[in-house]
């Protein structure tokens, strides 16, 4: 595993490793009415560092710090709720994205995005859970990339000791 470096340069702050991954999923997503794992983002646009995996959609952190992540999905035209969780090592955060679609089979479903902030120590991994409550399919081709999971480092977890 390697960490992200931050160096000062007159000032600057410089990222030279920092982790940042997109990733998309290039067609239609089978989900049931369990939340399951997704494996889905397998076209990768940015990969800084190699700390997604898009075999397994899991993201691992090479050091402790805050990181940001986002994902967005469309739903299929039928009628359905559709959920998008964030796990951090195989548990649920407790943010999800809720996408409820009216559909009746020829309009287009709706959509939604959602981005949150994580604090992490390196080898900690998120990834990625959903379903659907009636297990229909979510929507997903390589020439729009609607659904996507996205992540970058934000900030390095530093600890300052003070002489009394």
Known sequence: MTSARIQSRAGQLVLPEAAVFQAYAVATISLTTSFVEQAIFTSVSINRGNHFNSGTGRFT???????????????????????????????????????????????????????????????DYVSVFAKSDAGGDAYGDSTHKYTYFNGRFTTRLMIRFTTI
């Open 61 to 123: 952190a090479p050091c402790p710090g805050i990181y940001k992540f986002g994902t967005a999905m469309i739903a299929g035209n039928d009628n359905d709720v559709y959920r998008f969780r964030f796990y951090k090592n195989g548990a649920y955060t407790g943010n999800s994205l809720r996408v409820d679609n009216n559909a009746t089979g020829s309009e287009y479903g709706t959509n939604g995005q959602m981005e949150i902030y994580l604090e992490l120590e390196a080898g």
